[in-house]
């Protein structure tokens, strides 16, 4: 089984955004909420012990990603391999940052658990996929985030960056 995730890391301005949104994108390609010159440590400040919860149903990807953000300074409250699990951990734990792939086995895909969790309570959430089929509906259910696999660690943490970022200032907004 090989995992789905390059984990080498590339300059910053080798980043692309999964969101290719006029909204989430500058003319440049730079995210707005992101510098140009951002690198893993700029990533690690913003994220540094920001809670999040992991719901991926292939085991060696959610080793990887639970290592991978652990050593970038999130703290990985829970993990779960499908939906009624992802459910149960994230409204338990009530994590800041949740992030969930689309294809969980069982009843409750990504956007299911997302939007049932939605009715608890309001994280920031990010889809991770193969598939760029659900962006739409992923978008108008109000997720945060929709990073397509393979992706590189930069490129990851980038986005869940730009997301939280945009989520964070959201709450300020309202």
Known sequence: MTSSFDFSFKSPSQVV????????????????YLQE????????????????????DEGITLLLLKTFLSHAGLSVVGTAVNGER?????????PEIVLLDI??????NGLDTARKVFEVYR????????????????RELG????IVKPVEKNKLLAE????????????TSH
Request: with cysteine; aromatic share 10%; net charge negative.
């Open 103 to 108: 294809k969980l086995p069982g009843p409750m």
């Open 123 to 138: 994280p920031c959430v990010l889809i991770l996929s193969a598939y760029s089929d659900y962006r739409d509906e992923a």
């Open 37 to 56: 010159d951002m690198d893993e440590s700029d990533f690690k400040d913003i994220l540094r012990n920001r809670r999040i919860v992991i719901a991926e």
């Open 143 to 146: 997720i945060n985030g929709y």
């Open 17 to 32: 955004f999964a969101d290719e949104s006029v909204d989430s994108v500058d003319e440049r390609g730079t995210a707005p």
């Open 86 to 94: 992802a459910y149960e951990t994230i409204t338990r734990e009530r």
């Open 160 to 171: 869940i960056t730009e997301a939280y970022q945009q989520y964070r200032s959201s709450l």
